[in-house]
């Protein structure tokens, strides 16, 4: 079975400073992974996904995660955090590009201090 | 534009009263989904349609039900609220026909039963 863990239900970064939030998957085949962003009050968003293609994925906001099999991992970074960053992110799997069914993560807060 | 629309966006009721929260979407997507959204949980999936009266379980889906006559609509219903069902609830579709490529979410509805 499928499945997803992101270490760190809370994470708290400077302004400025590098954002990590980390995404470990479990699959026996290879997965489609995502990240979602959610505003407070407000639907998930997509920030980026891999589908198989280049192993570093470039999302919107300045956002990138990288494909690491060996690691099984899809970690999430930006450079340098902002502000406006700050809400809940979830890393997500599915393995069939034949359903649109989303295995999740538990989702993980991102605060940003001035 | 693209969008799936979720109402009610707050509902507050008592146990037991039927309660119908309805989704649509305007992208002629083939696949639709529930999911529920608990701290610390992720989102699990509810129920599912692959298409217009085609709906199957997901992960959790107990005290729930769901129809799906119309292709744009996917209403979630629950016959006898329970306080457990106390949650925020996401509608999502995604089109399948050329191999699932990222889900849309609606804005959510955040239901408390007392």
């Known amino acids: 079975a499928q499945s997803v863990t992101q270490l760190g239900s809370h994470v708290s970064v400077s302004e400025g400073a590098l954002v990590l939030l980390r995404c470990n998957y479990s699959s026996s085949v290879p997965p489609y992974l995502f990240w979602y962003v959610q505003y407070p009050n407000q639907g998930l968003q997509l920030l980026l996904k891999?589908?198989?293609?280049?192993?570093l994925v470039k999302g919107i906001n300045g956002f990138e995660a990288e494909f690491k099999k060996s690691e099984t991992s899809f970690h999430l970074t930006k450079p340098s955090a902002h502000m406006s960053d700050a809400a809940e992110y979830f890393c997500a799997v599915t393995i069939s590009s034949n359903t649109g069914k989303l295995i999740f993560g538990q989702g993980t807060t991102l605060q940003v201090k001035p | 534009e693209a969008q799936v629309t979720q109402n009610p966006r707050y509902l507050i009721t008592v146990t037991g009263k039927k309660l119908t929260v309805t989704c649509s979407q305007n992208m002629n997507h083939e696949y639709m989904s529930w999911y529920r959204q608990d701290p610390g949980l992720g989102l699990r999936q509810i129920y599912y349609s692959m298409n217009v009266e085609v709906t199957d379980k997901g992960d959790v889906p107990e005290g729930y039900k769901v129809s799906r006559k119309e292709k744009r609509n996917f209403p979630l219903i629950l016959e006898s609220p329970s306080p457990n069902q106390t949650s925020l609830y996401f509608c999502?579709?995604?089109?399948?026909?050329?191999?699932?490529?990222?889900?849309?979410f609606g804005q959510g509805t955040r239901l408390t039963v007392v």
């Open positions: 999502a579709s995604s089109s399948v026909r050329w191999g699932f490529t990222e889900a849309f």
């Open positions: 891999y589908t198989s293609a280049a192993t």
